[in-house]
Antibody, heavy 119, light 107 residues
Framework: QVQLVESGGGVVQPGRSLRLSCAASGFSFRSYGIHWVRQAPGKGLEWLAAVSYDGSDKYYADSVKGRFTISRDNSKNTLYLHMNSLRADDTAIYYC????????????WGQGTLVTVSS | DIQMTQSPSFVSAFVGDRVTITCRASQGIDNWLAWYQQKPGRAPKLLIYAASTLQPGVPSRFSGSGFGTDFTLTISSLRPEDFATYYCQQANFFPWTFGQGTKVEIK
């Protein structure tokens, strides 16, 4: 079955960096676009970034453009999110999510990893 | 960016009630619209995609409709397990965007 497992979250000071990972299994990882979505405590869902199946196309929300970088390693079935210049308002649960083919939606999500930005 | 506006933000309903949630896009998105259900402490779950197509395994009491800018999610007869927060999401243009959510609570 499809599994997405995020890791790398934790407590980090403002201005520092963090890298999240999302390990995928149970499907042909190299065939699907994968996204990052976050949810601040008690708030709604915020789409952050996407990478195409082969890594050639990347898209970002304005709130993270220039600070966060999405990447993937298809040889390791792993998605990454490199986060720089972290701010308190980046505190959230970060989910990776798999695209459902050609319909612009997410059919599988990871369990999420919590990032807390605090001094 | 396309803004997605859900209404209402909060619904209080009885088991067995029919519940309708609306989602309006700030510009036309054809049928690039999905609905998700999220329960506390859990990841969202896909209910409907392409505005009206039920994701396999989702009960038929859930249905979606709409095209362009106006969309609805209907739960025909609310069950206890349906009490959750529901989100719409557009995928016509990047950045993909979500509605602010509609919380369905037990009356």
């Amino acid at each position: 079955q499809v599994q997405l497992v995020e890791s790398g979250g934790g407590v980090v000071q403002p201005g520092r960096s963090l890298r999240l990972s999302c390990a995928a299994s149970g499907f042909s990882f190299r065939s699907y676009g994968i996204h990052w979505v976050r949810q601040a405590p008690g708030k709604g869902l915020e789409w952050l970034a996407a990478v195409s199946y082969d890594g050639s196309d990347k898209y970002y929300a304005d709130s993270v453009k220039g600070r966060f970088t999405i990447s993937r390693d298809n040889s390791k079935n792993t998605l990454y999110l490199h986060m720089n210049s972290l701010r308190a308002d980046d505190t959230a649960i970060y989910y990776c999510a798999k695209e459902k083919e050609r319909v612009g939606t997410f059919d599988h999500w990871g369990q999420g990893t919590l990032v807390t930005v605090s001094s | 960016d396309i803004q997605m506006t859900q209404s209402p933000s909060f619904v209080s309903a009885f088991v067995g009630d029919r519940v309708t949630i609306t989602c309006r896009a700030s510009q036309g998105i054809d049928n690039w619209l999905a609905w998700y259900q999220q329960k506390p402490g859990r990841a969202p779950k896909l209910l409907i995609y392409a505005a009206s197509t039920l994701q396999p395994g989702v009960p038929s009491r859930f249905s979606g409709s709409g095209f362009g800018t106006d969309f609805t999610l209907t739960i025909s007869s609310l069950r206890p397990e349906d009490f959750a927060t529901y989100y719409c999401q557009q995928a016509n243009f990047f950045p993909w965007t979500f509605g602010q959510g509609t919380k369905v609570e037990i009356k």
